[in-house]
């Protein structure tokens, strides 16, 4: 150590969560022997958000800023999420959907300093140890992916550590939770990604990826070390592929705190939309023919809380299932088809429902809008244009106000684009999408916003929820009751011409009621201490973390 130091210099200027950079005091700068370590002039938090929101705006693409905003989160968490908290809507699509798909494609190369924990395949023996080398003993909540489905670009193998620590950034952000208490996680089980493999600066375990018997193997050693080490932690799983997807949530649902956010926070925050649009159409969901263009993980989770919530307002199981109608690439799913999972076969229709349409194959997505009285129709497809003139013109023909929602991401990959069912409906439809988009355009009044079903209006007011109330488990209840509190918050409720979803600017407003319904649910479920909603919104506030020096 040199003479004079305190040996406290260097650490806390690089300590992301102690640091404060030029807005250490005098005091402060003597008390850690940062004297001369840093210029004279004392900033304020609100002075360096304005100089970092300047350095973001001169860089010329937004792959530079989301790089930057990244480095900047590694200096200095505190600034990083003071400075996202200044411009939400602006900086959401910089950290997360949809520049993060550029960031976890170019991973490797712009790689610069670890974040989280990444378990590869070939140290499986010793994956307790590696949870234990984490940054921080006490975690409230894990994001693990394994990199195979990421967004709507595919395999990324190692380069899928993005999304978690995106995701993580918005528990923080609009949750509240402290962010020494996330880990991001990458289950690296391989790549099938060609390009991957034959780049020399790929960081991952260059390796084909490994069969699923080994696989679910592995997955069980990694839940079991989490039991082990972090018992409590709520764990969620994101951007696995389908066939993966829902064994996995299948399997440990009931064993920890756990959900699938591709899965269930999909289902939630399109539940939440359409509690808003169906009341704008003066009907109720269990009213409504529902199709779903889409048959993978996302797709079916999104049909299956549709139907819960339908028997929550009175229909039966069976009459419920009878309204929901899912198409996949090959056409309708029936009863007949021998290709369907479980959860898939859940929802396949007998072909006596069809018989009569006269067809000689299975009915696609036209046929059926032509053959049946759709009041919504969903894409979670990955199809670019699915959702044509002549289909949205048929569905319109037959309802007043026809709910629209092509839901796939990227903006790439989306069914249809809002201001062409805008423009077929003449005004008249209801539209969310999963990707943004800009505005539709009126002739006389305001432009109207278009809502984005991101999921970030769903889980970080769940991990706030389970932290808060202590919850031991996430159920299907608490997510829906995550839905009716967000379409309860829909602008369009007090204004038809709205958006049927909250602005990103209250976002974090919105989260704190999500949040308590959430607790609330989890206490009548019996998966949380009994607790007033008092103590619940005390709790919830009292969680939440401040980015504030």
């Given at each position: 150590m040199?003479?004079?130091?305190?040996g406290?210099e260097?650490?806390?200027?690089?300590?992301?969560?102690?640091?404060?950079?030029?807005?250490?005091?005098?005091?402060?700068?003597?008390?850690?022997?940062?004297?001369?370590?840093?210029?004279?002039?004392?900033?304020?938090?609100d002075?360096?958000?304005?100089?970092?929101?300047?350095?973001?705006?001169?860089?010329?693409?937004?792959?530079?800023?989301?790089?930057?905003?990244?480095?900047?989160?590694?200096?200095?968490?505190?600034?990083?999420?003071?400075?996202?908290?200044?411009?939400?809507?602006?900086?959401?699509?910089?950290?997360?959907?949809?520049?993060?798909?550029?960031?976890?494609?170019?991973?490797?190369?712009?790689?610069?300093?670890?974040?989280?924990?990444?378990?590869?395949?070939?140290?499986?023996?010793?994956?307790?140890?590696?949870?234990?080398?984490?940054?921080?003993?006490?975690?409230?909540?894990?994001?693990?992916?394994d990199?195979?489905?990421?967004?709507?670009?595919?395999?990324?193998?190692?380069?899928?550590m993005?999304?978690?620590?995106?995701?993580?950034?918005?528990?923080?952000?609009?949750?509240?939770?402290d962010?020494?208490?996330?880990?991001?996680?990458?289950?690296?089980?391989?790549?099938?990604?060609?390009?991957?493999?034959d780049?020399?600066?790929?960081?991952?375990?260059?390796?084909?990826?490994?069969?699923?018997?080994?696989?679910f193997?592995?997955?069980?050693?990694?839940?079991?070390?989490?039991e082990?080490?972090?018992?409590?932690?709520?764990?969620?799983?994101?951007?696995?592929?389908?066939?993966?997807?829902?064994?996995?949530?299948?399997?440990?649902?009931?064993?920890?705190?756990?959900?699938?956010?591709?899965?269930?926070?999909?289902?939630?925050?399109?539940?939440?939309?359409?509690?808003?649009?169906?009341?704008?159409a003066g009907?109720?969901?269990?009213?409504?023919?529902?199709?779903?263009?889409?048959?993978?993980?996302?797709?079916?989770?999104?049909m299956?809380?549709?139907?819960?919530?339908?028997?929550?307002?009175?229909?039966?199981?069976?009459?419920?299932?009878?309204?929901?109608?899912?198409?996949?690439?090959?056409?309708?799913?029936?009863?007949?088809?021998?290709?369907?999972?479980?959860?898939?076969?859940?929802?396949?229709?007998?072909?006596?429902?069809?018989?009569?349409?006269?067809?000689?194959?299975?009915?696609?997505?036209?046929?059926?809008?032509?053959?049946?009285?759709?009041?919504?129709?969903?894409?979670?497809?990955?199809?670019?244009?699915?959702?044509?003139?002549?289909?949205?013109?048929t569905?319109?023909?037959?309802?007043?106000?026809?709910?629209?929602?092509?839901?796939?991401?990227?903006?790439?990959?989306?069914?249809?684009?809002?201001?062409?069912?805008?423009?077929?409906?003449?005004?008249?439809?209801?539209?969310?999408?999963?990707?943004?988009?800009?505005?539709?355009?009126?002739?006389h009044?305001?432009?109207?916003?278009?809502?984005?079903?991101n999921?970030?209006?769903?889980?970080?007011?769940?991990?706030?929820?389970?932290?808060?109330?202590?919850?031991?488990?996430?159920?299907?209840?608490?997510?829906?009751?995550?839905?009716?509190?967000?379409?309860?918050?829909?602008?369009?409720?007090?204004?038809?011409?709205?958006?049927?979803?909250p602005?990103?600017?209250?976002?974090?407003?919105?989260?704190?009621?999500?949040?308590?319904?959430?607790?609330?649910?989890?206490?009548?479920?019996?998966?949380?201490?009994?607790a007033?909603?008092d103590?619940?919104?005390?709790?919830?506030?009292?969680?939440?973390?401040?980015?504030?020096?």
């Open positions: 040199a003479a004079g130091g305190t406290d260097g650490v806390i200027l690089d300590d992301p969560m102690r640091t404060k950079g030029t807005a250490f005091t005098a005091e402060e700068r003597t008390e850690h022997g940062l004297r001369g370590l840093l210029p004279y002039a004392v900033t304020t938090l002075e360096q958000v304005r100089r970092c929101w300047g350095e973001v705006t001169r860089q010329s693409t937004d792959l530079q800023r989301y790089v930057y905003l990244r480095s900047l989160q590694d200096r200095n968490e505190h600034l990083f999420y003071s400075v996202l908290a200044a411009d939400v809507p602006t900086a959401l699509p910089l950290v997360y959907t949809p520049t993060v798909a550029e960031g976890c494609k170019r991973f490797s190369e712009l790689w610069r300093r670890p974040r989280g924990l990444y378990l590869a395949w070939p140290d499986r023996h010793d994956l307790r140890e590696m949870l234990r080398n984490r940054p921080h003993a006490d975690v409230d909540v894990i994001v693990v992916t990199g195979q489905r990421i967004l709507g670009i595919g395999d990324q193998g190692v380069g899928g993005g999304i978690p620590v995106g995701k993580l950034s918005l528990y923080t952000l609009i949750g509240g939770i962010p020494a208490r996330t880990l991001p996680i990458l289950l690296d089980v391989g790549t099938d990604n060609a390009d991957l493999l780049d020399p600066f790929y960081l991952g375990w260059r390796h084909r990826r490994i069969d699923d018997d080994d696989y193997t592995f997955v069980e050693d990694f839940v079991a070390a989490v082990a080490e972090l018992p409590d932690v709520l764990l969620q799983w994101e951007d696995f592929a389908t066939p993966h997807a829902a064994p996995i949530l299948a399997r440990y649902r009931d064993r920890l705190l756990t959900f699938n956010d591709d899965i269930q926070g999909t289902a939630a925050v399109a539940l939440g939309a359409l509690q808003g649009a169906t009341e704008v009907s109720r969901l269990a009213d409504q023919q529902v199709v779903m263009l889409g048959a993978g993980s996302a797709g079916i989770g999104v299956e809380m549709v139907r819960q919530e339908m028997v929550d307002q009175g229909l039966s199981a069976d009459d419920a299932r009878a309204r929901c109608w899912v198409v996949d690439v090959r056409g309708l799913l029936t009863t007949d088809r021998d290709d369907l999972s479980d959860d898939q076969q859940a929802f396949a229709h007998d072909p006596a429902d069809v018989a009569d349409w006269g067809l000689d194959g299975l009915p696609g997505l036209a046929d059926v809008v032509e053959h049946v009285t759709v009041g919504v129709l969903l894409g979670l497809s990955t199809a670019q244009g699915a959702f044509t003139e002549d289909i949205v013109r569905m319109a023909a037959k309802v007043d106000r026809p709910i629209v929602f092509p839901l796939s991401n990227p903006t790439s990959n989306a069914e249809a684009r809002p201001a062409d069912v805008d423009a077929w409906t003449d005004g008249r439809a209801l539209i969310a999408t999963g990707s943004p988009f800009p505005p539709l355009a009126r002739e009044g305001d432009d109207v916003p278009v809502a984005q079903c999921n970030v209006y769903i889980f970080p007011a769940v991990g706030l929820a389970v932290t808060a109330a202590r919850a031991t488990r996430v159920t299907d209840a608490m997510m829906r009751a995550a839905a009716r509190a967000l379409g309860n918050a829909s602008p369009a409720l007090k204004d038809p011409t709205a958006p049927l979803l602005a990103w600017a209250d976002v974090r407003d919105v989260a704190d009621d999500i949040a308590l319904a959430v607790a609330r649910q989890a206490v009548a479920d019996g998966v949380a201490p009994q007033s909603d103590e619940l919104r005390a709790a919830v506030r009292a969680t939440r973390w401040d980015p504030a020096y």
